[in-house]
């Protein structure tokens, strides 16, 4: 292990700017997955000033706990695995196997073509505390590759790791394909679908006004609710499901290859199109779904709701 580095080090590099900017020596190395000194930075540093670091610097524990015991194995051109051979419940053919398998079903469900590069990292159970946030699986956008993290106990049962990787290689493509402008409710309607996460009874509840259907806003800050307390939680999970039954009411409507297409809509348009959604103050959402549905936000939520209902 090596010693911590003085902060004065770490900061002379941004002068005058001081603790805010040392802070971004962490993250600078934790987005090219330069883990060990991502690491080394941030023990010296805590979490940064006010915390602002407090969730990258938990990322950052479970990757390095995961990369003092791990191997990186290429499987192809476009797919790394990460993984500690003494956690894992199957050989590493077999998860390889099924990764690819998991990630190609998304691109041919939804209509993608291209691969960015991918390392799927396979979590070292002594990675898996209460803290760590996104412990059930996240998909992180650095440099190298698109990073996906999993727990490792996900190789006990084929079935649950296929569901966990394609949920998260949908947010790779969603990423890619939307140029990182699709928010976060949309993102994981696609996700839940692609996952086929959407659970029955939360259609009734939100049908009965049992659970309350939220506007997009409220639906963004559902997921960002603290997961520690079970009031964040049941958000949290309220949050995921309208996000899934709305990702379902768009397949009905266009199938997967539908939500593809609208991911899309994010990047292709013209400068001029683009320059007027900004001078509009509109969200790029509201011209993506008319692109490819002919409706826009208020209408998506409205009538997802009717067709719950009846
Ligand atoms: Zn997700």
Redesign the pocket.
């Given at each position: 292990m090596s010693s911590h580095k003085p902060w004065v080090d770490l900061s002379s590099r941004y002068g005058a700017n001081g603790e805010y900017a040392a802070w971004s020596v962490v993250q600078e190395d934790y987005y090219w997955d330069r883990i060990e000194p991502a690491y080394d930075a941030a023990k010296s540093l805590g979490s940064g000033s006010m915390g602002v670091g407090m969730t990258t610097f938990r990322l950052i524990e479970a990757e390095w706990v995961t990369r003092q015991v791990s191997e990186i194995r290429e499987v192809n051109e476009w797919l790394q695995i990460e993984w500690v051979p003494d956690d894992a419940d199957m050989p590493f053919s077999a998860i390889a196997a099924e990764a690819v398998r998991s990630c190609e079903k998304v691109c041919y469900d939804f209509g993608y073509k291209d691969r960015p590069k991918v390392l799927i990292t396979l979590l070292a159970r002594t990675a898996n505390t209460p803290w760590a946030p996104g412990r059930h699986g996240f998909c992180m956008d650095k440099y190298p590759y698109e990073k996906v993290c999993i727990p490792s106990a996900l190789t006990r049962d084929i079935a649950d790791m296929d569901e966990v990787i394609r949920?998260?290689y949908a947010?790779v493509m969603n990423m890619n394909r939307s140029n990182g402008l699709c928010p976060i409710w949309l993102?994981?309607a696609a996700?839940m679908t692609a996952g086929g996460d959407l659970q029955r009874e939360s259609l009734e509840k939100f049908a009965s006004g049992e659970w309350p259907w939220v506007d997009p806003v409220t639906l963004s800050q559902g997921f960002q609710q603290n997961r520690e307390s079970k009031d964040g939680r049941e958000i949290v999970w309220r949050a995921y499901q309208q996000s899934a039954a709305i990702g379902e009411y768009l397949r009905l409507l266009q199938g997967l290859e539908g939500i593809g297409r609208l991911m899309d809509g994010y990047a292709n348009n013209s400068l001029i199109v683009d320059l007027f959604i900004r001078l509009k103050g509109e969200e790029p959402t509201e011209e993506a779904l008319n692109e490819v549905y002919d409706f826009g936000i208020e209408a998506l939520f409205h009538r997802c709701l009717e067709q719950i209902k009846n």
């Open positions: 949920h998260e947010h993102d994981e996700a």
